[in-house]
């Protein structure tokens, strides 16, 4: 075996030379910077470009980079319990629903002012999966976002009353620019629940939009909060401003299971124009 060629003196300095911006690059966390300035210098060189080009293209990729581990990052936090896009819903099926106002919601305006958003109607309709596709819009905007179901939430806050961290679980939320509670109505709740969960909203009213999925018409929520003053403050609050959007119809995926039984169909598609074909 030949031994290694040794470098000469400048070929040396270069190496180190590259070492240390490596190395630079790396504690300032310019990462698309480490992983990309050499082979972009080469493809510089090759077409000539200006020492501004390259730097001004190198900080994009690095822009381009932090954009999108940022969206990644905010919909791991959110903490969906699994993913729903707004692409895979059929509104065909649920033509009561204005698709409009949705798509609308989508673009995130609400958000800015800390609207609430309702989606309101019997199970197995969509709400869960819409709720779920506008909480990943939001992420993909960059705007930190937490997926609850009321039950879940009413645990958490119980327990940070507990443990005398009720304001600060109160003050993290805050920094949230979307809360989806999924769920309300479905169990009812303690006295202590209602009202934690009524302190909750309170102190998130036109600071952070929360985003409510409900089988119960406003009308019933006193049967499930306990307290008609504590049932008629929560509504004020959260029906102020809100985008109110109702669900009515058959549960999808039942209709689903009907039209494969009358029109044996071979994929979900032909399912779905089979269900819409039918009266
Ligand atoms: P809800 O929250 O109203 O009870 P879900 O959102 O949980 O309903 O919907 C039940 C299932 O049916 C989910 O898998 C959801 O993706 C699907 N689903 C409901 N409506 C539609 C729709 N219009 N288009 C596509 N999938 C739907
Ligand atoms: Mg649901």
Known sequence: MSPPPSLTPVQAGERIGQMVLRTQLHNLRLQA??????TLAQEAARAHW????????LTSREVDRRTHNQRQRRIKEARFPFRKELADFDFDAIPHLNQLRVLELARGRYLQQAEPVILL?????????????????????GHRTRFYTVT????????AQNQQRLPHFIDQALRHKL???????????????????????SALHERVAILITTNLPFGDWVQIFGDERLTT??????????????????????????AATVHPASTADDARQANALSP
């Open 33 to 38: 910077f480490v992983d990309e300035y050499e």
């Open 50 to 57: 200006s020492h501004e080009k390259y730097l001004a293209t």
């Open 121 to 141: 109607g019997a199970p197995g309709l969509g709400k869960t999966h819409l709720a779920i596709a506008l909480g990943l819009a939001a992420c993909r905007e």
């Open 152 to 159: 879940g939430l009413i645990n958490d806050l119980q327990q």
């Open 179 to 201: 809360i989806i509670l999924d769920e309300l109505g479905y169990i009812p709740f303690s006295t202590t629940g209602a009202q934690l969960l009524f302190q909750f909203c």
């Open 233 to 258: 403050g929560l509504l004020d609050r959260i029906t102020y401003r809100a985008h109110i959007l109702e669900f009515v119809g058959d549960s999808y995926r039942f209709r689903q299971a009907q």
